[in-house]
């Protein structure tokens, strides 16, 4: 985990070797869900069952001429 | 016998220096900080205030858990670092108990709550000082049924969110803002008492207590995260 502290602290994760709860917990990242700070999560297709609901998905895919970047998830009249 | 408690068990943190029963100074902070950076200048203040070194303790005491992740390892390791030296020797708290603790005249039941996030708490429960259900995880939905009937206080970071989410559910009180978070002092009382009782253990062998859902509960989660 990277942490980036300012106006907003912001922490970054990467689930890539996270199988499940237990490995989950011992990241700490329970300690960061506080409301007040930002996480970006890296193969967050890992902790599927521990995501907010107010989670925002960002998906980039590889084509041919570049790549498509997918924004999901973000709430109305903040677009 | 001098005492020093330790907590960062959840957000806020603490030290604590006793000597003989009597709280000689205490250091309290919930300012949004990292326990890496509050707790062990916390714990250099109290001594310093109660004008004691760390070769004169007698006993650590800190609290071991359940709650924060990260808090309770910064926790534990710091105490480790400071008893090793002058082999002194340990005691750990479970951080449910050291909420219970100020609250040990209340005659009805008092459950201890850390937010564990996801709808969950850390919860123990306990009547006058006695625990009647160590620490465990779990829904806060589940709460009413562990605590049955009669009048319970809840305490700790997640004592606002049950009250809110399990209202006119039982006779829950909320129990006072500053007795709501852990104290080192607490956890250095709880510490006296389980070393008169001679549970004290050398620095290598303290364990934090970390409680994590049952392989059962995380299938369940697992499965439930692939039907969406």
Partial sequence: ?79 | MITLGIDSSAVAGSAAVLRDGRLLAEIYSDVGLTHSETLAPAVQRALQEAEVSPRELDLLAVSVGPGSFTGIRIGVALAKGIAFPFDTPTAGVSSTRALAHPLGCFPGAVAAVLDARRGRVFCGVYRQGREVCPPKLLEIEELPELLGPGPAMLVGDGAELCYNQLKGRGEFSLAPAMLRQIRASAVAELGELAASRGETVPAGELRPLYIQPSQAERTLLEKQALKK
């Avoid at chain 1, 912001?10 to 011992?26: N, P, Q, T």
């Avoid at chain 1, 902790?47 to 998905?57: C, G, H, K, S, V």
């Fill in chain 1, 1 to 79: 985990m990277n942490q980036y502290l300012g106006r907003v602290p912001v922490f970054h994760f990467d689930m890539y070797r996270i199988e499940g709860e237990g490995d989950l917990c011992s990241t700490g990242y329970y300690d960061y869900l506080d409301g007040r700070s930002v996480l970006f999560i890296e193969w967050s297709e890992n902790i599927a069952f521990a995501l907010p609901e107010d989670t925002i998905t960002v998906s980039i895919e590889k084509t041919p001429g570049g790549r498509r970047i997918e924004v999901a998830g973000i709430p109305e009249g903040r677009e």
